[in-house]
T-cell receptor, first 111, second 116 residues
Framework: TQLLEQSPQFLSIQEGENLTVYCNSS?????LQWYRQEPGEGPVLLVT?????EVKKLKRLTFQFGDARKDSSLHITAAQPGDTGLYLC???????????FGKGTLLTVNP | NAGVTQTPKFRVLKTGQSMTLLCAQD?????MYWYRQDPGMGLRLIHY???????AKGEVPDGYNVSRLKKQNFLLGLESAAPSQTSVYFC???????????????FGQGTRLTVV
């Protein structure tokens, strides 16, 4: 059973379009992180959300943590080819240091 | 500042052989992790450590052993490699903002292991 479910699994869009990817769980998380991974590289941290209802913006990327701290979303405005990559959400429950990941959303932005 | 360094980067093993993957971090992080990444499966946690001398099992620990004798190093061992262990292995280290909240991980470049 996957603790963190990400959707969609694959997403292919044209440059300039907007998109949202989701990370859902039936469990409460103390925080969630979003990472981006490019081919042949390790994941790189984008953001951490800690408070229920929190919204964080990173240039064209907007991250939201659900009020109940069970889900999160990543919205990209005016996607660019440089946004192409595997987007992963991750989290730990309570004060547990066991960091688990979702399966990821593979995003392709076509020029 | 090297961050997290994994060695080797590539390795081919024959079934039944053993090997050790080394992970070294220079950020003085308390927590370290070993993951494997397979197509369509995301990152799956093998073992992790919350401090020097401590280790714990993750989601897929069978067939692997780990040791954390020094804070900066986390070793992953395969005693008798099997084709099912063909994968890309990632090591990560992290700190915690406050008692497990906001764990932010830094990853190595990965080790691509093929078992034939």
């Amino acid at each position: 059973t996957q603790l963190l479910e990400q959707s969609p699994q694959f997403l292919s869009i044209q440059e300039g379009e907007n998109l949202t990817v989701y990370c859902n769980s039936s469990s409460v998380f103390s925080s969630l992180q979003w990472y981006r991974q490019e081919p042949g590289e390790g994941p790189v941290l984008l953001v951490t959300v800690v408070t229920g209802g929190e919204v964080k913006k990173l240039k064209r990327l907007t991250f939201q943590f659900g009020d109940a701290r069970k889900d999160s979303s990543l919205h990209i405005t005016a996607a660019q080819p440089g946004d192409t990559g595997l987007y992963l959400c991750a989290g730990a429950r309570g004060s547990n240091y066991k960091l688990t990941f979702g399966k990821g959303t593979l995003l392709t932005v076509n020029p | 500042n090297a961050g997290v360094t994994q060695t080797p980067k590539f390795r081919v093993l024959k079934t039944g052989q053993s090997m050790t993957l080394l992970c070294a971090q220079d950020m003085n992080h308390e927590y370290m992790y070993w993951y494997r990444q397979d197509p369509g499966m995301g990152l799956r946690l093998i073992h992790y450590s919350v401090g020097e001398g401590t280790t714990a099992k993750g989601e897929v620990p069978d067939g692997y052993n780990v040791s954390r004798l020094k804070k900066q190093n986390f070793l992953l061992g395969l005693e008798s490699a099997a084709p099912s262990q063909t994968s890309v292995y990632f090591c990560a280290s992290s700190y915690s903002r406050r008692r497990g909240i906001g764990i932010e991980a830094f990853f190595g470049q990965g080790t691509r292991l093929t078992v034939v």
